[in-house]
């Protein structure tokens, strides 16, 4: 495997800690990024034992100077960057009219601005390495509503500064898509699921069933299963798709 360093935020648990662990196949090293160190630990060991370096940054993609730094050290460590995959980022799940406004600051500053600085950050090297950057989003982008607003609206941000990027990166030689989830069974998805169900008079096992239904998949999603499309996104039979937003969802999204 010849030199090649993706950077992975939320690389702790969930899409992040699966798609890094499945990137550790195609990529020589990774920067793995969350604010839990001891999770991070975790997910280095495991893309170490598929044989791929690991540097485990552990801060706050909120805070203003992270994402420089997480540049800085990658640079420092790896000499280089070729893909950046924009996981991080945990929207509060508040109905419309119950949200503060420091809720709303807290989603926007990491998940949006927090993936928009690092790419800004990452772009002089992805340019450099003709490389590849990812940005999550959600299938809330497609359908906000009142009980989840702030997701929705968050994640249709996403989708427009994924596809501005790649309108730049068009120029620069740089591949940009964003990527639609639909309801993946994650430890947020079950803390999300704890919320849910007494509010609907339901035990958590009953609501676990009862989601998918009501969302008309056959099932919750596998974190490794987006995981590949991510590992897709980054690879080389890739590299003419870019500015796309990509849905994997199990069909809950049932327009064309």
């Excluded at 730049?168 to 993946?184: T, Y």
Aim: avoid cysteine; proline fraction near 4%.
């Amino acid at each position: 495997m010849s030199q090649s360093v993706a950077v992975v935020t939320g690389a702790s648990q969930g899409i992040g800690q699966a798609t890094a662990i499945r990137l550790a196949r195609d990529f020589s090293a990774l920067t793995l990024v969350a604010r839990n160190r001891a999770r991070l630990e975790e997910t280095a060991q495991a893309v170490q034992a598929a044989g791929a370096k690991a540097l485990v940054i552990a801060l706050d993609l909120a805070e203003p100077a992270a994402a420089q730094a997480v540049v800085d050290q990658t640079l420092a460590a790896f000499g280089r960057i070729d893909a950046l995959l924009n996981i991080a980022g945990a929207v509060p799940q508040i109905d419309l009219f119950d949200m503060t406004d420091e809720q709303w600051d807290a989603g926007l500053a990491l998940k949006l601005h927090g993936a928009r600085r690092l790419t800004v950050a990452a772009w002089p090297a992805l340019r450099q390495a003709k490389g590849a950057v990812v940005l999550i989003s959600g299938n809330s982008a497609l359908f906000p509503k009142a009980p989840y607003a702030a997701v929705g609206t968050i994640n249709a941000a996403i989708v427009a500064l994924a596809k501005a990027f790649s309108d730049r990166g068009i120029a620069d030689g740089v591949q940009v898509n964003s990527v639609l989830p639909g309801p993946v069974m994650t430890g947020r998805r079950r803390s999300y699921l704890e919320h849910w169900a007494p509010l609907h008079n339901l035990t958590v096992e009953e609501a676990t069933v009862n989601f998918p239904r009501e969302a008309g998949i056959a099932r919750y999603g596998k974190p490794e299963e987006i995981a590949e499309l991510m590992a897709f996104l980054v690879s080389p039979g890739a590299r003419w798709m870019t500015g796309s937003t990509l849905r994997m969802d199990g069909g809950e999204v049932k327009s064309i």
